[in-house]
């Protein structure tokens, strides 16, 4: 079983949709969530950090469950500038190493 | 300022050849990270510098050699490349601190080994 496991995707959604990703991790222990959005070709960019009470950034919303280990990603509004690469990252271990799901990628279509 | 710095941002180079990759950050982080990323794959975590000291090599071959001259600069050194090792190379800097351990990337070395 991987460590962090996505929703394969891709994921072709109209302008305006809300579109929602999970993400589930294997390790109880992790410590730190997150989400990073990569354009093609492009370095990953820190999306939003991932917590337990959830977090709210415009129409970008995400949530922590620890019973359950996984993490979403809830998008709202879609615009054609979100077409990107999700990647969900955790973090574990004492020398906090950081684990990449495999991406999903996101195409909002016109 | 977030900024991590790479150069160059492209680089073509043959097997027989020696080269570098450099990463530099001004945001006092003391870690610093090595990532290759093959197309439609996540980064792949190459080594870990913590206060400038190898902390993680993830059996990565001899081939690669990574060097921390000082807190902000991070080489990565390569020769005797194979036309597999072609990837976007990536660096990136964190503080090792349990709250604030988020993790900037540079743009990247996309590297094309003949």
């Known amino acids: 079983r991987k460590e962090v496991e996505q929703d394969p995707g891709p994921f072709n959604v109209p302008e305006g949709a809300t579109v929602a990703f999970n993400c589930t991790y294997s390790?109880?222990?992790?410590?730190?969530f997150f989400w990073y959005r990569q354009d093609c070709r492009k370095e990953p960019k820190l999306l939003m950090s991932?917590?337990?009470s959830g977090n709210e950034d415009g129409r970008f919303t995400a949530q922590l469950n620890r019973a359950s280990q996984y993490i979403s990603l809830l998008i709202r509004d879609s615009k054609l500038s979100d077409s990107a690469t999700y990647l969900c990252v955790v973090i574990s271990g004492s020398a906090r190493q950081l684990t990449f799901g495999s991406g999903t990628q996101l195409t909002v279509l016109p | 300022d977030t900024e991590v710095t790479q150069t160059p941002k492209h680089l073509v180079m043959g097997m027989t050849n020696k080269k570098s990759l450099k990463c530099e950050q001004h945001?006092?982080?003391?870690?610093m990270y090595w990532y290759k990323q093959k197309a439609k794959k996540p980064p792949e975590l190459m080594f870990v510098y913590s206060y400038e000291k190898l902390s993680i090599n993830e059996s990565v071959p001899s081939r690669f050699s990574p060097e921390c001259p000082n807190s902000s600069l991070l080489n990565l050194h390569l020769h005797a490349l194979q036309p597999e090792d072609s990837a976007l190379y990536l660096c990136?800097?964190?503080?090792?601190?349990?709250?604030?351990?988020?993790?900037?990337f540079g743009p990247g070395t996309r590297l094309t080994v003949l």
């Open positions: 945001m006092g982080h003391r870690a």
């Open positions: 390790n109880s222990a992790s410590q730190s």
């Open positions: 991932v917590y337990s």
């Open positions: 990136a800097s964190s503080q090792p601190n349990r709250d604030t351990d988020t993790q900037y």
